[in-house]
């Protein structure tokens, strides 16, 4: 009788708790409903639980709910996301691949302490402190870890160098490297130059400034300003490279929010290229602070958009601070183009997928080969300069639309690239052959005009492909052959030189370019302008 009355009096007992715990659930602030849930599970719940990872998949979970954008980045991987756009990191300052399962440099960062002390490109790093890392199945990530490090501590590394009998050990101060987010210029034609910029960085616009400048002694009158596969950065430096296309006084950009002040940018007087022709090259992964740039100059009418429609992110980012060190990216504004129009996509709050899926949703509708095919969430006609029609609610449309080239696609080549075939064998190839390669093609220009990938180097391609895996399709040969032999050609450039001489070879296939070049040549632009007028 005894255990039946305490047992009914624990019952009595729980109910009225529960009872007055609903009360006070709906009495209370949400965010003592998270806590106390938190509490709850935490010493109620049959097992033990990770109060830490609960808190954040509830914080991850919270802040999926509000934009695609907005999001919640944990402690230790705070500076890995950063890093790209504050524009350095710590470490040896090499440029790397893992190959036949070692470690090979590609190419010494310049300024870096691996290149003071002579390290160079084909260098192979077989021991790090001592312990062997070459064929012991490493991966990139082990390699940071290993190679990256707090400036001023020191790591030795031994490497095998062809030509060398004994491992060559080198003690490297680990320092600052930087990032550059400017990945190529260069003279496409005697009077028109080409800036690619894939980030906007903090060294963004010092790094822009420093390609204007040589590019002028070259004889630049026009600039090509790629943007394409840039999904943005910093908002002040788009402002900042905006600036220097356009005169005193005008608007770039303007953002507005619940609580977030409102906020007018303005170009200031100084600006490098506020008169030569300008085209800026966009597609459907030029984002955020590409189409800031794009949508200022589009709006003043002081160039030429051209290619895809961009990706529409008209959100503005601001991190905020946690306790603990984490921080949640928070959308806090919109921004606004100079003629009024915000440029964000639609999204449904909690619809994370479905925007993931814009890119399959464009191709299904066929707006990356038909202009006619664009939609926009934007009704609104909004006015350039000129009073030329621009639209809002889904990015920039370009002034001049090039379809996406699927000319060359095929399984044979998809497969090709999966399985790191080109990437494997150029490495390869410029290992074995660097100064034979260097003697007969001392630059990228004599390189460029003078090498041709031959039928017999082909077919050790083909080969290598075969023992990879991916077996010689006739049909897809066919299909792809051209734009392979291209690949491999810039692949050599890169591994012999760097990525301004990847560009150099790759932008044969890059058909925005050749329309921008057509465009410049033809005074497109301005027969643009002159019809809207009318």
């Not at 509490?39 to 109060?51: G, N, R």
């Not at 002390?117 to 940071?144: C, E, M, P, Q, Y």
């Not at 008209?314 to 060190?325: E, R, T, W």
Request: glycine share 8%.
């Amino acid at each position: 009788m005894l255990k039946k009355s305490i047992l009914k009096s624990s019952l009595f007992l729980f109910s009225i708790s529960l009872l007055s715990s609903q009360v006070n659930a709906q009495l209370a602030p949400p965010q003592d409903k998270i806590n106390y849930a938190l509490e709850l599970i935490k010493y109620a719940y049959v097992d033990t639980v990770d109060s830490k990872k609960l808190t954040e998949e509830a914080i991850k979970a919270m802040v999926k709910n509000l934009d695609p954008h907005s999001v919640y980045i944990p402690l230790e991987e705070m500076r890995e996301m950063n890093e790209p756009l504050v524009g350095k990191f710590e470490g040896i300052g090499v440029q790397f691949n893992i190959h036949e399962d070692t470690i090979l440099v590609t190419q010494p960062i310049p300024g870096g302490p691996s290149e003071k002390l002579g390290i160079r490109a084909g260098d192979r790093i077989v021991k790090i402190d001592g312990a062997v890392v070459a064929n012991i199945k490493i991966t990139n990530n082990d390699v940071f870890k290993k190679l990256r490090g707090d400036k001023g501590t020191k790591v030795t590394v031994s490497i095998y160098r062809r030509g060398n009998t004994e491992l060559i050990d080198y003690t490297i101060t680990r320092d600052q490297i930087p990032i550059f987010s400017l990945d190529a210029s260069y003279m496409v034609t005697p009077t028109i130059g080409y800036i690619k910029i894939s980030r906007f960085a903090d060294s963004t616009v010092d790094e822009f400034k420093e390609a204007l400048s040589k590019l002028k002694k070259k004889g630049l009158e026009s600039l090509i300003l790629d943007l394409q596969g840039n999904g943005g950065g910093y908002l002040n430096r788009a402002v900042e490279l905006a600036d220097e296309f356009l005169t005193e006084g005008k608007k770039i950009v303007f953002t507005r929010g619940r609580t977030s002040p409102p906020e007018d940018y303005t170009s200031s007087v100084i600006g490098g290229w506020e008169k030569g022709k300008i085209a800026i090259l966009v597609d459907e992964s030029s984002a955020s602070a590409s189409e800031i740039v794009s949508g200022a100059v589009q709006d003043w009418d002081r160039g030429l958009i051209i290619g895809r429609r961009s990706f529409g992110k008209g959100l503005v980012q601001k991190p905020f601070q946690l306790p603990d060190g984490s921080a949640i990216r928070l959308t806090v504004a919109h921004y606004y183009t100079p003629s009024g129009r915000c440029i964000q996509k639609p999204y449904a709050l909690g619809e994370e997928d479905e925007y993931e899926l814009d890119f399959s949703n464009r191709l299904k509708s066929g707006e990356l080969f038909y202009a006619d095919s664009v939609k926009f969430a934007d009704s609104t006609n909004y006015f350039t300069n000129s009073k030329r029609v621009v639209k809002g609610g889904g990015g920039i449309m370009p002034d001049l639309f090039v379809p996406l080239d699927t000319s060359s696609n095929s399984t044979f080549y998809t497969d090709l690239l999966r399985k790191g075939v080109l990437g494997d064998f150029t490495l390869t190839y410029t290992d074995n052959h660097r100064a034979e390669l260097l003697g007969k093609y001392p630059n990228i220009d004599t390189f460029k005009q003078t090498f041709v990938l031959d039928d017999k180097l082909f077919a050790e391609f083909l080969a290598a492909g075969d023992k990879a895996g991916v077996k010689k399709d006739e049909a897809g040969l066919k299909i792809s052959e051209k734009a392979l032999r291209i690949q491999l050609k810039a692949l050599l450039a890169r591994n012999l030189w760097d990525t301004d001489a990847y560009f150099e070879v790759i932008n044969d296939l890059n058909n925005s370019l050749n329309k921008a070049i057509e465009a410049i040549n033809g005074n497109t632009f301005e027969k643009l302008k002159i019809a809207a007028v009318k």
